[in-house]
């Protein structure tokens, strides 16, 4: 183990809706340590069992607009009608225990992140096709129709945004998926503390390289395609 101090980690996750990605976060939270969830803070309401405190902290507008004034927030964004915001204080609290910090924020949120903290790692989740995100946003039977067919539109202009991302993502087997994520942040985590790997590791960094945003160019077009969408000029890896 390499004897400097812990700098602290930010991973950013995005995803349109119905990817699968709260199932992916969980997942990662739970098989990796020293990361932390930043818990958002929002102005929609509890679904479900939503409770306060654990998948966000929920506030009401004029809460969330003083926070903004008191400038509590790293990042804040409006999505679907309801405000949304990462807290300054989780990053100082994940610094002060040398801790990684995870976001899971949607993409100008993101943007928000990496003018900041130019050095975070951002990973975007696609689903495999525009097909499998409509049974999936049916099955979770949550959305009437007109609601599935608004957020597909959102999605596909979530993921025009996927060249900002330094990593992505494709969520189609949720076993590989977890694999891969896993990777992602232990990879990171070896490449910038600078000690040397062990060899039996290297498959670990093989992984996540395979969804550097420079390495997915082909295996992207189909799924860019069923959602209309162009391909990238020239992807800006960083
Ligand atoms: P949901 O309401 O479905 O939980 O989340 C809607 C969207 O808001 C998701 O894309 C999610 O990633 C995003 N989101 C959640 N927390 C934050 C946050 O703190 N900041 C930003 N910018 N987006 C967030």
């Known amino acids: 183990m390499s004897s400097s101090p812990h700098k602290t980690l930010v991973y950013i996750i995005s995803a349109p809706s119905g990817s699968g990605k709260s199932t992916l976060v969980n997942e990662l939270l739970k098989s990796v340590s020293g990361l932390e969830f930043s818990i958002s ?20 507008r004029p809460e969330f607009e003083t926070m903004i004034r008191n400038d509590e927030f790293l990042e804040h964004a409006e999505v679907f009608g309801n405000y949304y915001g990462t807290a300054r204080r989780f990053l100082q609290e994940a610094e002060k225990n040398g801790r990684d910090l995870l976001l899971d924020i949607d993409v ?17 989740i696609l689903p495999p096709n525009r097909k499998t995100l409509e049974e999936r946003l049916r099955k979770r039977g949550e959305d009437r129709e007109e609601v599935i067919q608004r957020r597909l539109v959102t999605a596909a202009e979530e993921i025009e945004n996927y060249g900002r991302y ?12 977890i694999e891969i994520l896993q990777s992602i942040v232990r990879a990171e985590r070896w490449t910038r503390s600078g000690d040397v ?38 992807a800006r890896p960083s």
Do not use: H, W
């Open 197 to 234: 790997l062990p060899a039996d590791k290297k498959t670990i960094i093989e992984m996540a390289d395979n969804c550097r945003l420079a390495n997915v160019g082909q295996r992207l077009q189909p799924i860019l395609g069923s959602f209309k969408i162009g391909a990238l000029e020239s």
């Open 41 to 60: 803070y929002t102005t929609r309401a509890p679904r479900g069992s939503e409770t306060d405190g654990r998948q966000y902290y929920f506030v009401s």
């Open 166 to 177: 330094n990593y992505i993502l494709v969520n189609d087997r949720l076993e590989e998926s």
């Open 108 to 124: 100008q949120g993101a943007a928000q992140i990496q003018k900041k903290i130019p050095e975070a790692i951002s990973i975007f």
